[in-house]
């Protein structure tokens, strides 16, 4: 069973960082891709950034809102991605969320996985 870990939010100051962990864990063939989405309250969630297998270390894709500010990175051995947040501003206080798109067996057949969340506070 695929699980993702997430770690990593907390409370931190306008113009402060943070750095998010997700590791996925379980039987898995091979992760295709990675991302961290976020949902503030009372919005839907939406893509924060995206990496995928392309290249030595993936492909990426921002928000534009984040674009200067977040970099996205994937560690291929520990099935693991990460989100370096700087210049953190008020509005980006939500819950992050964690996905992973996985072929479970090498089939071809790939299914998508979500996180639990970590909740990033960025305070006015």
């Known amino acids: 069973q695929v699980q993702l870990v997430e770690s990593g939010g907390g409370l931190v100051r306008p113009g402060g960082s943070l750095t998010l962990s997700c590791q996925a864990t379980g039987g898995m063939f091979a992760i295709v891709g990675m991302a961290w989405h976020r949902q503030a309250s009372g919005k839907q969630r939406e893509l924060v950034a995206e990496v995928d297998s392309g290249g030595t270390s993936g492909d990426t894709n921002y928000a534009d809102f984040v674009k200067g500010r977040f970099t996205i990175s994937r560690d291929y051995a520990k099935n693991a991605v990460y989100l370096q947040m700087d210049n953190l501003k008020p509005e980006d206080t939500a819950v992050y969320y964690c996905?992973?798109?996985?072929?479970?067996?090498?089939?071809?057949?790939?299914?998508?996985?979500w996180g639990q969340g970590t909740r990033v506070t960025v305070p006015s």
């Open positions: 996905y992973a798109d996985i072929e479970i067996d090498g089939g071809g057949r790939r299914t998508g996985y």
